[in-house]
DNA sequence: TAGATTGTTAATCGATTAACAATC
DNA sequence: TAGATTGTTAATCGATTAACAATC
């Protein structure tokens, strides 16, 4: 079968969230061309994504049913089965993403928090444990965990993530701003702010022109 | 003149990054080949986005001056210029923005933090005062705000986003996972965890088949 | 039946990569 | 001079969009 790819996917959590705020208010079907508008994209892809991910399919004229779509994208994005993960910086990005209940909806879950700094290991910003970096290993190794996430100063994110795949995780969110050096048998997902902004700037620039 | 792609603009934060690690330790010179192997990319791109931003370009055998580099990146990128933002929504994620000082190196500034909750107000949770989020319009208007961040909880997002368009905000970023309702002259980039998640995840699942 | 909507094939568009002449 | 590297043109690849038959 042909792969996804890379935009789809990344379209398709919105696509959820949409859905759950129809099945909310109540809306049983719904139409691709509906779908596109709300979310500012080609009713086309829509379509064609929808077509890669829904077994059921939609009907001319009705389009598709709200619950069972909700079902086939969670399915898809793999959301009803759990996947563990550590998270080393427990900082106040760290803390953020710690405490935030949103993960649990995507099937991520945090199992342990690690920090160098005896003070945070010791306050308890969360109301999870925060372990001694060294811990790690032993814990990724007995528990099987493969995302690990990094919310730590760039200057010891290398090191950090170097310390995660030794002890077998296999895929990193990275949410330092540094360039981390991995074989290619390991996932890295970068979330890169200055990316963000240059992308709103350079946008904003273009509407402040034309007016 | 045509304009560059968005992806390439996406790149060119790292590509800074980078140079600055050069420049610190007190590498000259760089060719774009070295700067494509560090950074996982092509080097032809690498080459064309250079050829884009650089006035001074490279040298045949010796490649970029990596001061130059530094500056005319910083420029393109607009990092000399400050521009002004507000965030509203001081929670742990807001708190986080707020006290990042990376934003300075690219220029932005948050001129003020706005929370409905009269705790969060009292407390200062960051050493900027928090202030209620009535006092927005007159504030972004009498600075000329143009960027607003968001990080309240999604179900009042699109009343915060809607309220700062009234105030003249004209680029939106939004960190909370809805989809905002935006007339076309706004610029939204959205920073969507979800998304990242489902991209790391697929990646994971590949990897962990090939093993 | 008429019309809205699906699903798919074909056309277009844009980004990435390959090839190569120019040059320090 | 030889070789590394630049800058650019051409070829490839993939994603988006347009067009349209099928169908409820």
New binding site residues.
């Given amino acids: 079968m042909e792969e996804i790819?890379?935009?789809?996917l990344q379209r398709l959590p919105s696509y959820l969230r949409y859905l759950k705020q129809l099945h909310e208010s109540n809306v049983t079907h719904v139409?691709?061309?509906n779908i596109a508008e709300r979310l500012y994209?080609?009713?086309?892809?829509v379509?064609?994504e929808?077509?890669f991910v829904?077994v059921a399919?939609?009907?001319?004229?009705?389009?598709?049913k709200v619950v069972e779509l909700i079902k086939e994208i969670s399915s898809f994005l793999g959301y009803n089965n759990v996947k563990d993960a550590v998270i080393v910086g427990v900082g106040k990005l760290g803390s953020a993403l710690i405490g935030y209940k949103g993960f649990d909806a995507y099937g991520l879950k945090i199992v342990a928090c690690f920090d160098n700094n005896k003070a945070i290991q010791s306050t308890q910003s969360s109301d999870k444990p925060v372990f001694d970096i060294h811990k790690m290993p032993d814990l990724v190794n007995r528990l099987n965990v493969k995302i690990g996430i990094i919310t730590v100063p760039s200057n010891s994110a290398q090191e950090v993530c170097d310390l995660m795949i030794e002890s077998g995780i296999k895929a990193i969110w990275n949410f330092s701003p540094t360039q981390l050096v991995t074989p290619s048998n390991i996932a890295v997902k970068n979330e890169d702010m200055a990316a963000s902004l240059a992308v709103l700037s350079k946008q904003l620039d273009k509407i402040l022109e034309n007016e």
Same sequence: chains 1, 2.
């Fill in positions: 790819s890379k935009e789809s139409s691709s061309t994209l080609n009713p086309v892809s379509r064609k929808l077509a829904s399919g939609g009907k001319p004229k009705t389009g598709f």
